[in-house]
Structure formats: structure tokens, C-alpha cells
């Protein structure tokens, strides 16, 4: 005669939430898609460009040389954001960065005045002096970041000047 055996009591109280857990991060990612379905706009060639990324990450390397503006909106999620490939833009570039868990790396031109605006618990890495100028004057900026960080951060990096390898 065989019985059925139980897992013991601590097992069935645990397995419960470990299975709800372990479902939380793929409930994310499908909503996230369904967001960004329905929230993205444009593409590397518009003049503006809205992204939405939950659980994941995303390179964008736009190349209009209107580019106006960016925003990100990140949760549990990575981006990386290359401005190399965009040409010193009249009026500046506007990105705008709301980011939950989140974080940005962005590269821009050698030369760039950079302006930016953090608030939240989170952080702004900016590589003063590696090619990157620091501005307090908002409206002559080449980029300026307007950032909502909750345990977030962004790092702006200059583009090497020189790809020749030393030749």
C-alpha cells in the first residue's frame, strides 16, 4: 500500500510566495511591452524620440540632425543613449530621463555643453573635463538633462576624439 507523501509544512507555506516572486519579474516585462506598445514614438531618424523600457535595455543611436528631444522612461531597466552620430544641433538636444531602478549611459560628442537637472534619490556621473564642458546656462547647452531618478543613475560620457588607433 503506498501513501502520498506531503512536502513538510515550512515547504508548502514557502513554495507559494517563491512562485510569486519568481512570476513578478515576467508580469513586468509583458506589461512593460504592452506600455511601450502603445507609448513609443519615433525612431533614430525623427526629431524626437520617446522611449519606454521595463525590464530589459535598449541602445538608441539617433541621426537627424534636428533632433529636439528624448525621453526615457525606465524601470528595472539599462539603456544606452549615443549622440555621436548627431551633428552639433541648433537650440540644443532636450533628454528627459524618468527612471525607476534604472539607468542611462550617455555618449556625446567630444565638445558638448552639457547642462542637467537630477531630482530624486539617485545619481548624474558626468566626465568633466574628458572632453564633456560643464554649463549653468541652460539655454546655450548642446544637451540638457531634465532627470527623475528614484534609485537611478546616468553617466555622460564623451566620445573619443581620435579612432585612429595611434596611426
Given at each position: 500500500?503506498?501513501?502520498r507523501s506531503t512536502p513538510p509544512t515550512a515547504a508548502r507555506r514557502v513554495l507559494p510566495g517563491l512562485l510569486r516572486w519568481s512570476a513578478l519579474p515576467?508580469?513586468?516585462a509583458v506589461g512593460g511591452r504592452l506600455v511601450a506598445w502603445r507609448r513609443d514614438?519615433?525612431?533614430e531618424s525623427t526629431a524626437g524620440i520617446r522611449r519606454v523600457v521595463v525590464v530589459g535595455g535598449r541602445d538608441l543611436r539617433p541621426v537627424n540632425p534636428h533632433l529636439s528631444r528624448v525621453r526615457l522612461d525606465l524601470v528595472l531597466a539599462g539603456a544606452r543613449l549615443d549622440l555621436t552620430g548627431v551633428p552639433h544641433v541648433p537650440g540644443g538636444v532636450d533628454l528627459t530621463v524618468r527612471s525607476l531602478v534604472g539607468g542611462l549611459a550617455v555618449t556625446?560628442?567630444?565638445g558638448w555643453r552639457v547642462w542637467?537637472?537630477?531630482r530624486g534619490p539617485g545619481g548624474m556621473d558626468?566626465?568633466?573635463g574628458d572632453g564633456i564642458v560643464h554649463t549653468d546656462d541652460e539655454r546655450g547647452a548642446d544637451l540638457r538633462?531634465?532627470?527623475g531618478l528614484l534609485l537611478g543613475g546616468i553617466r555622460v560620457d564623451a566620445a573619443p576624439q581620435d579612432d585612429s588607433w595611434g596611426r
Open positions: 500500500m503506498r501513501t515576467a508580469v513586468l514614438e519615433g525612431d556625446v560628442p567630444a542637467w537637472s537630477c558626468v566626465a568633466e538633462i531634465h532627470a
